[in-house]
Structure formats: C-alpha cells, structure tokens
C-alpha cells in the first residue's frame, strides 16, 4: 500500500511527495495549465526527480507543485533541466550537493499566500534532510516579450547578479543580456512587482541571477538562472522557515 502521509500540514494545506504515476500525472496536468504549453507538460527529466505537492484538504485539489533533481556536486550538472540553456562550466567544480527546483507552478485560481508558505516549508525539509548546500533552478518571467521586463531586468543585473565564480555564460541561441539595460535607471516598486514571486523569494534570501534571460519559446517564457546558496540565507529568516516547515 503506497503510504500518501503529508510531510506538512499547514491550515488548509498539506505538503506530499508524489508517490506513483498517478500522482505524478497530477502535477504535470497543473503544470499544463499554468505554462499554457501545447499537449501535456512533461519531459525526460520527471522520472528522475521528486516531485512536491501541496493540497488544498478540504476538496483535494493540487493547487501547487514542483520537482526537485538531486545531484551529489556540480559535476552531475549535465543531468540538470537548466544544462540545456545555460553553460554552467563555473559550477562544474562545486563539490558540494545541489538539488534543482524546476516546474513550480501556483494554480491560476488559488492566489492564497499561504501556499507558497506552505511550499517553502516543504522545500526547506528536503533541503535539510537531504544535506543540500545549492539550491539552483530557471526562474519564468510570462510571455517572450522581455518590454515588460526591462526595468526587472536593469535591477537584477544591477543588484542581484552572480558571484563571478560561479556566473552561467551564454548557451541558448536567444537571449537577453541585461548589459543591454546597464544604463536604465529602473522604477524600482514596479520591476519588484513585475519579478514572479517565486523569485522574489529567492532574492529575500540572498539569491542571485544570471546575466541573461534564455528566450524559451517552447514555453513560452523568459527565464533566468537562479542560485541559492543555502549558507547565505540570513539566519533569522532561516528560523523561519524551519520553524515552518516543522
């Protein structure tokens, strides 16, 4: 009997594992839904991950997901989703554990933010029990018209770019260099709103970007490497999200 015990209950919420096929059908159908992608958003990579779950308890709708790659350093980076568009040469010698966070998705029609809560309280937990020092991933912007974006952009490669060390160099074959918008001087309140909340959340733990967004028509996104390194998290917000996810 497969065992469906939520790792994390939370209100009306609960965090799981998919367990089976079935399970894992679920998320790829929300996935669907919320990237708008031709036929049913699934690929190579969905049999080697885990994939996270949250639920609202009350009618059993999945109403968030995401998968996660483990990897033992950077030299199992070739494995990883964001391989394909990024060259990650400069990871290549990180020796310590890495999991990608790929495919997050909200439903369009549960905006409550005790979901994302509820998913980092999830997300925290795998990292913790799994030794995880980096947690990397490509973050969506919605649509491949980067106007929208330009002033997101000028901030992030103004405040948030990465360590030279470990920065991703140009791999797909259209993207945008955020040297490009070097000398925009950007509103700041509304390239904050116009960054997805998931990288918001990246960010207000110490994350940091590549120098470019990767042009995904495919998906129909602009997306841009993210990496967190667990050890930056401040600490007061690391108790937080412990205390959360316990």
């Known amino acids: 009997m497969v065992d469906r015990k939520p ?3 939370k209100g009306r919420y609960s965090v799981r594992f998919a367990q089976d096929p079935g399970e894992i059908a679920l998320a790829q159908a929300l996935r669907t839904l919320c990237f708008s992608t031709q036929g049913l958003d699934c690929d190579r990579f969905d049999a080697d991950c885990q994939h996270l779950l949250v639920s609202d308890n009350r009618t059993g709708t999945l109403v968030c997901c995401c ?3 483990l990897l033992e350093n950077g ?8 391989a394909q568009y990024y060259d990650l040469g400069q990871l290549h010698g990180y020796a310590a554990r890495i999991a990608e966070l790929g495919r997050f998705c909200t439903h369009p029609d549960w905006q409550d933010p005790d979901i994302l809560r509820l998913a980092w309280g999830g997300l925290t ?4 029990d799994n030794g995880v020092d980096l947690l ?7 649509g491949t018209d980067p106007t929208p974006y330009l002033d997101s952009f ?6 948030h770019a990465a360590p030279v060390q470990w920065i991703p160099r140009i791999k797909a074959p259209e993207v945008i260099a955020f040297s490009t918008v070097a000398e925009r001087t950007p ?4 390239a904050l709103l116009a960054i997805p909340p998931l990288l918001r959340s990246y960010l207000l733990m110490g994350g940091w970007v590549s120098d ?7 998906m129909n996104t602009l997306h841009v490497f993210t990496g967190l390194e667990i050890d930056a998290i401040p600490d007061t917000r690391k108790r937080l999200l412990r205390a959360f996810a316990g």
């Open 67 to 69: 998968r996660l790659l």
């Open 212 to 218: 470019h967004a990767v042009v995904d028509r495919s």
């Open 154 to 159: 000028a901030l992030l490669g103004a405040r």
């Open 125 to 128: 937990g795998f990292v913790d």
């Open 187 to 190: 509103d700041t309140a509304g």
């Open 75 to 82: 030299g199992e980076l070739g494995r990883s989703y964001s």
């Open 136 to 142: 990397i991933g490509c973050t969506s912007f919605r």
């Open 7 to 9: 790792v994390l209950t």
